[in-house]
């Protein structure tokens, strides 16, 4: 089974239900939670090592989220890990938080810049992302001098690349492909 079918079919049955019992807010935030703690290089090794076994893995994660986490949360977890799908569990939390986003009409954007915006700007250009994509926007800033000036905007799956690294990159690119005239 494709690796994306696996993470979208279990974040389904876990946000469907999550929103039956009104408790949609609750294990956004566990999902949230669980994201960052697989940041962590022991827990990347522990979730894909084939070596320790599932009844091991559904220990240590009940002594780690026991408490922290929705009983929904957790029941999905031991799921996964009795299904040999623990692997994917980064991945189901991160495709829970992308649907309850949109669930609720939010908006996720990345807007990378050569120096840092001043509010007043991000303001503007959250404004007219609203109206454009008729959304909440949820406006993310990222600073990489690398790109010299001008924008990268990022608005779920539509990108616009406005920097001058790019355009410079487009005029060598015509340059050397000899597609200007003498």
Request: with cysteine; net charge positive; proline share 3%.
């Given at each position: 089974?494709?690796?994306?079918?696996?993470?979208?079919?279990?974040?389904?049955?876990?946000?469907?239900?999550?929103?039956?019992?009104?408790?949609?807010?609750?294990?956004?935030?566990?999902?949230?939670?669980?994201?960052?703690?697989?940041k962590l290089p022991e827990m990347k090794e522990l979730l894909s090592s084939p070596v320790i076994?599932?009844?091991?893995?559904?220990?240590?994660?009940?002594?780690?989220?026991?408490?922290?986490?929705?009983?929904?949360?957790?029941?999905?977890?031991?799921?996964?890990?009795?299904?040999?799908?623990?692997?994917?569990?980064?991945?189901?939390?991160?495709?829970?938080?992308?649907?309850?986003?949109?669930?609720?009409?939010?908006?996720?954007?990345l807007l990378t810049t050569a120096v840092k915006v001043d509010p007043g700007v991000k303001k503007?250009?959250?404004?007219?992302?609203?109206?454009?994509?008729?959304?909440?926007?949820?406006?993310?800033?990222?600073?990489?001098?690398?790109?010299?000036?001008?924008?990268?905007?990022?608005?779920d799956d539509s990108f616009i690349d406005a920097s001058l690294k790019n355009k410079l990159r487009?005029?060598?690119?015509?340059?050397?492909?000899?597609?200007?005239?003498?």
């Amino acid at each position: 089974m494709n690796d994306s079918k696996i993470s979208v079919r279990y974040s389904k049955a876990l946000f469907e239900s999550a929103v039956e019992k009104n408790i949609l807010d609750k294990v956004n935030q566990d999902m949230l939670f669980i994201s960052e703690i697989c940041k962590l290089p022991e827990m990347k090794e522990l979730l894909s090592s084939p070596v320790i076994f599932p009844s091991r893995k559904t220990e240590f994660l009940h002594k780690m989220l026991d408490g922290n986490v929705e009983a929904i949360t957790m029941s999905m977890i031991d799921l996964a890990v009795a299904n040999g799908r623990e692997s994917f569990i980064p991945a189901i939390a991160r495709v829970f938080v992308h649907d309850t986003m949109r669930y609720k009409g939010i908006t996720k954007s990345l807007l990378t810049t050569a120096v840092k915006v001043d509010p007043g700007v991000k303001k503007q250009i959250t404004e007219m992302i609203g109206k454009i994509f008729k959304t909440k926007v949820e406006m993310e800033e990222a600073v990489d001098p690398d790109i010299i000036g001008g924008f990268i905007l990022r608005v779920d799956d539509s990108f616009i690349d406005a920097s001058l690294k790019n355009k410079l990159r487009k005029i060598n690119k015509e340059l050397r492909g000899g597609s200007l005239s003498s």
